[in-house]
């Protein structure tokens, strides 16, 4: 099992910036990356950014390339995602998640096997 807990979501005006940490503990090692999905109101749930636990690679939806940028502690067991220029488009519950070594879809859904909670981030026009 591993265990998600997500931290930095909240109220920001457009044009801000928001830094939104992920801590995952646990079996660890069961998967290859983390990844951060958001689910809007009322929208089904969406990729948004994933970074390979090893190499480091990093995977970006096209809406949040060049405003967001994922990165991980040395541990590797945190994940941040740095938003910046938000829009009122990217208010939304985000979820990090821990991708399955089975998957080579870092976009897809069901290629992630753990989820956190959710946080609530909300950026205001």
């Known amino acids: 099992q591993v265990q998600l807990v997500e931290s930095g979501g909240g109220l920001v005006q457009a044009g801000g910036s928001l830094r939104l940490s992920c801590a995952a503990s646990?079996?660890?090692?069961?998967?290859?990356?983390m990844g951060w999905f958001r689910q809007a109101p009322g929208k089904e749930r969406e990729f948004v950014a994933a970074?390979?636990?090893?190499?480091?690679?990093?995977y970006y939806a096209d809406s949040v390339k060049g405003r967001f940028t994922i990165s991980r502690d040395n541990a590797k067991t945190t994940v941040y995602l740095q938003m910046n220029s938000l829009k009122s488009e990217d208010t939304a519950v985000y979820y990090c998640?821990?991708?399955?070594?089975?998957?080579?879809?870092?976009?897809?859904?069901?290629?992630?096997?753990?989820w956190g909670q959710g946080t609530q981030d909300t950026v205001s026009s």
């Open positions: 970074i390979n636990r090893s190499s480091g690679m990093t």
């Open positions: 646990g079996r660890t090692s069961s998967n290859d990356g």
């Open positions: 998640a821990t991708k399955s070594w089975w998957s080579h879809n870092w976009y897809a859904n069901d290629a992630y096997n753990y």
